[in-house]
């Protein structure tokens, strides 16, 4: 497989999905490619008072920006991640080396800028943040797959709060599923009304299994 990932226009992935997003009503809810306010609502399922813990890795992976101080519960949250970006990458690329992200203050919620891999004898990109490709949409959903709340904030970088994973109506979640149908599904009609033919219905595993594919149809590896 080649290492190159096939780029979308920025209009069509962020600005496209950033107007789907507006035209979804969720009482209160912001357009799903705003950037976050300061006050970053934690979302539902996390319990409160958790002990901040140190890390300098997710999943094996090194933080290039060095160790982070994060919520324990949250902390394993992010290796669960990463550990099922890597098992739905390519198989000629290694498990993630480095991580580029940053972490709010409170350690609830993490800003994703870049994941390193190995190939070869070289070190690619394989996913950053002012890249505009399927990858940074795989990683999108390999996000949603694992976290309930999740932000494209500018430059492109993948915002996520720490909670219970699963589907909320969130315009979020939303805006990515519109935008996932139409540029890695091929469903060019899909929108806010109409994307759940493609998840496939109100299934409690229908969001899990098409984030999932979703991540495997952005990285190229859907066919094993």
Do not use: K
Not at 92 to 115: K, N, Q, Y
Not at 118 to 125: C, F, H, K, L
Not at 171 to 190: K, S, Y
């Amino acid at each position: 497989m080649n290492d190159t990932i096939p780029s979308l226009s920025r209009r069509r992935i962020l600005v496209g999905a950033a107007a789907t997003s507006a035209a979804v009503t969720v009482a209160g809810a912001s357009a799903a490619h705003a950037a976050p306010s300061a006050a970053y609502a934690a979302p539902a399922g996390v319990r409160p008072g958790q002990p901040l813990v140190t890390r300098d890795r997710i999943a094996g992976a090194r933080l290039t920006g060095g160790a982070i101080r994060v919520r324990a519960d949250f902390a394993d949250r992010l290796d669960d991640w990463l550990a099922f970006w890597s098992a739905n990458s390519p198989r000629h690329w290694s498990s993630p080396v480095e991580v580029d992200g940053e972490v709010s203050s409170t350690g609830d919620a993490f800003t994703l800028l870049r994941i390193r891999v190995a190939s070869g004898d070289r070190t690619v990109d394989a996913f950053t943040a002012g890249r505009t490709d399927t990858a940074h949409l795989a990683t999108l959903a390999s996000l949603h797959h694992d976290f309930p709340l999740v932000d494209v904030v500018s430059g492109g970088g993948l915002r996520v709060g720490d909670g219970l994973a699963g589907f909320t109506g969130a315009p979020q979640q939303v805006a990515f599923a519109v935008a996932a149908c139409r540029e890695l599904w091929g469903v060019r009609t899909a929108d806010a009304g109409a994307w759940r033919d493609q998840v496939g219905g109100r299934r409690a595993d229908a969001w899990a299994a098409f984030t999932r594919a979703s991540l495997r149809r952005g990285l190229r590896t859907e066919a094993y």
